[in-house]
């Protein structure tokens, strides 16, 4: 069974700081881990996918990197901004299904 | 396109009752999902679909239905509902190795 871990599970930093978001999955067996943002009471918006062939993915300020010999992945956000702040999700996908980690809610301070 | 469309987005339930939360896809996806989301955790997976008339359970199906008689639709059927099925419900589809997408949930309560 595929489990899915996520640290730290909060993060509060002040604006302009550089932070890293990591996830860590049992089961290398994967097709691509996706990442995503959601806001409170909001959907899910994807933001980076990493086929399980590629090592790293990059979207603006956003970087995320996939070992899947070691079964981790990180994102780095770069420059980070109060707008930022929402709950970070990650999710390691096959055909038909996703499983997620409980995520890292990132508070960024003005 | 549309995306993955859900409805309602806000439904209450009376214990007992029975309702089918609707997903509908027009992205021609094989692959289609219901998560289920409770506060502080991530999305658990109820039932997933990999093609119009295959399906299987995911990691907490008890109380839920579902059937894919079409490549679009995905219906969700709750069939007595419990004041423990109170959540915030998504559905998602892909194709192949693209990520998913997914819908925009629908907010149940039982009561």
């Known amino acids: 069974k595929q489990e899915v871990t996520q640290i730290p599970a909060a993060l509060s930093v002040p604006e302009g700081e550089n932070l890293v978001l990591n996830c860590s999955f049992t089961?290398?067996?994967?097709?691509?881990l996706q990442w995503f943002r959601q806001d409170p009471g909001k959907g899910l918006t994807s933001l980076l996918l990493?086929?399980?062939?590629?090592r790293e993915q990059t979207s603006g300020r956003l970087n995320a990197s996939l070992d899947k010999s070691s079964g981790r992945s990180t994102l780095y956000i770069a420059a980070s901004q109060p707008g930022d702040s929402a709950t970070y999700l990650c999710?390691?996908?096959?055909?038909?299904?996703?499983?997620f980690g409980d995520g890292t809610t990132l508070t960024v301070k003005p | 396109n549309a995306g993955v469309t859900q409805t309602p987005k806000f439904q209450v339930l009376k214990t007992g009752q029975s309702m089918t939360l609707q997903c509908a896809q027009d992205?021609?996806?094989?692959?289609m999902s219901w998560y289920r989301q409770d506060p502080g955790m991530g999305l658990r997976l109820i039932h997933y679909?990999?093609?119009?008339?295959?399906?299987d359970q995911g990691e907490v199906p008890n109380g839920y239905n579902v059937s894919r008689s079409t490549t679009e639709d995905f219906p969700l059927r709750l069939l007595s509902a419990a004041p423990s099925q109170t959540s915030v419900y998504f559905c998602?589809?892909?194709?192949?190795?693209?990520?998913?997408?997914f819908g925009s949930g629908t907010r149940l309560t039982v009561v």
């Open positions: 998602a589809s892909s194709h192949g190795q693209l990520g998913y997408t």
């Open positions: 089961d290398s067996a994967i097709y691509n």
């Open positions: 990493i086929q399980s062939s590629q």
């Open positions: 999710a390691v996908n096959n055909a038909g299904k996703s499983t």
């Open positions: 992205m021609n996806h094989e692959y």
């Open positions: 679909s990999v093609g119009a008339g295959i399906t």
